[in-house]
C-alpha cells in the first residue's frame, strides 16, 4: 500500500528526495553469460528436488513457528537481485513482531526456536521457492534490502550484475560477521569470477559454514549491522571528520575534490559546510556525486545521521549546487517528500539551513528514494 501522498502509479506527484543510485555493471565474458543461462536451468530442477525434500521438515518447522511467534508462518521482504530488480523473498519467521518489553529492538524480538532457524539456515528452505521462480540462484551475492538503494558505490552495486543467491562467496567466509565493505569487496570478486568451479566450491564449502554455525550474527547479536554506504571507492579515500568536524575527500592522485567541516548540532542532524577542492576543477559530476556519497556514508557510521544541511548562507558554486541536487538535497519548503514521515528541520542556530537531505533508511510505507526532480512523472516501479 501507498503511503498517503506517496507518488501513485502514472500521475504526476512530487518526487521523494533521496540519493541518486549509482550503476556500474561488471561485463561479464561471453562464456560467463552462457554459463549463467545454462546455470538457471539447474537451479530450477535443483531448487524443485530441494521444495520436494524438504518438504515434511517445512512443515514441522511451520508448526514450530506457529507454536513459538504466532501467525504469519513466513517472513516476506523486497530485496534486490540481478540489474536492480525487486523481488519477494521468503523466509520462515524468526522474530516477534514486538519484544516481550513492547520495544522493536531486533535482539529481543528473536526467539529461541528463531536463533536455532537462523544458526542452521533452515529459515532459508522456503527461499528455495525464489530459486525455482528465477528470482535468485543457488549461488550468488546475497539479496539486500531495498532500504540501500541509493547507498552503493557504483563498484559495489555491481553485485547485482548476477542473479543474488541463496549462499554465496561472502557467506562462506564469514557470512555477518564481516565488515560491510569487505563483504561486498568479496561479493564483486565473485562476479569476476563466476563460473561452474567457483560455484562448486561455495556449494562445498556452505555444508562447512552451516555446520560451524560461524558468523551468523553481527556483535550486535542481530543477523546484519545496518550497512552505513561505502566508507571508500576505487576512485576516492574520505579523511575524517576529525574532533573538529574537518573533512576531506580526494582522488587517487591526492587531489582534494571537497573538504568542508561537520558539526553536530542535535541527535541526528549534522550541519555542513562543503567546498569544492583544487581537484574539483577537472572532476567529471559523477565524482563529485560519489564524494557526497562517501560523505553521507561517513555521516551514518559516525554520527548516525539522519539529517545534513548545509549551513545558512551556504552559496555552492553550479557544479558542486547540481551534485548536491542530484543527491537529494533540496531547499527547506522544496515541493518535495522525504521517505520518512518525521519533517525535515525548519531552522538551525544561525537561521533556516540553505539545503537539508534525508541520510536515513526510507520507513515502511514509502516508496524508495528517487533523484531529485519536481513535479514530475514518478512511478515505483
Not at 333 to 343: E, S, W
Request: aromatic residues 6%; charged residues 25%.
Amino acid at each position: 500500500m501507498t503511503a498517503p501522498g506517496a507518488p501513485g502509479r502514472g500521475r504526476r506527484a512530487r518526487a521523494i528526495v533521496g540519493p541518486i543510485q549509482h550503476l556500474s555493471p561488471i561485463r561479464l565474458s561471453p562464456a560467463q553469460r552462457g554459463y549463467l543461462r545454462r546455470r538457471r536451468r539447474a537451479d530450477a530442477v535443483l531448487g524443485g528436488i530441494g521444495l520436494a525434500v524438504s518438504a515434511l521438515p517445512m512443515l514441522a518447522i511451520s508448526v514450530g513457528v506457529l507454536a513459538t511467534m504466532g501467525r504469519p508462518v513466513l517472513f516476506t521482504q523486497e530485496r534486490m537481485t540481478q540489474d536492480g530488480r525487486i523481488f519477494h523473498l521468503r523466509k520462515f519467521r524468526s522474530m516477534r513482531h514486538v519484544a516481550p518489553d513492547g520495544s522493536d529492538d531486533d535482539a529481543a524480538r528473536l526467539v529461541p526456536f528463531g536463533r536455532l532457524l537462523r544458526e542452521t539456515s533452515l529459515d532459508e528452505l522456503p527461499s528455495l521457492w525464489n530459486v525455482v521462480r528465477g528470482d535468485m540462484s543457488l549461488v550468488g551475492p546475497r539479496p539486500l534490502t531495498t532500504d540501500y538503494f541509493g547507498r552503493y558505490s557504483a563498484e559495489q552495486f555491481a553485485r547485482h550484475t548476477v542473479p543474488a543467491g541463496l549462499t554465496g562467496y561472502a557467506q562462506v567466509h564469514g557470512r555477518n560477521s564481516l565488515a560491510w565493505d569487505d563483504r561486498l569487496t568479496m561479493d564483486q570478486e565473485y562476479v569476476r569470477r563466476v563460473g561452474l568451479v567457483l560455484d562448486l566450491r561455495i556449494l562445498a564449502a556452505t555444508l562447512g559454514a552451516v555446520l560451524r554455525r560461524h558468523g551468523v550474527t553481527d556483535e550486535g547479536g542481530v543477523s546484519m549491522a545496518d550497512f552505513p554506504g561505502p566508507q571508500s571507492t576505487t576512485d576516492l579515500e574520505l579523511e575524517g571528520p576529525d574532533v573538529e568536524g574537518a573533512w576531506t575527500c580526494r582522488d587517487r592522485d591526492d587531489r582534494s575534490i571537497l573538504e568542508g567541516t561537520a558539526t553536530l548540532l542535535e541527535p541526528g542532524l549534522v550541519q555542513l559546510r562543503i567546498r569544492p577542492g583544487a581537484g574539483a576543477v577537472s572532476a567529471e559530476a559523477q565524482l563529485l556525486d560519489e564524494a557526497l556519497l562517501l560523505l553521507a556514508s561517513r555521516l551514518r557510521a559516525v554520527h548516525r545521521a539522519e539529517w545534513a544541511c548545509l549551513a545558512p548562507g551556504e552559496e555552492p558554486p553550479p557544479a558542486l549546487a547540481a551534485s548536491l541536487a542530484r543527491s537529494g538535497y533540496a531547499a527547506p519548503g522544496a515541493p518535495v517528500r522525504y521517505p520518512t514521515a518525521d519533517l525535515p528541520p525548519v531552522a538551525v542556530p544561525d537561521g533556516a539551513p540553505a539545503l537539508i537531505a534525508f541520510l536515513g533508511l526510507p520507513e515502511e510505507g514509502f516508496a524508495r528514494p528517487y533523484p531529485l526532480s519536481t513535479d514530475s512523472e514518478v512511478s515505483p516501479e
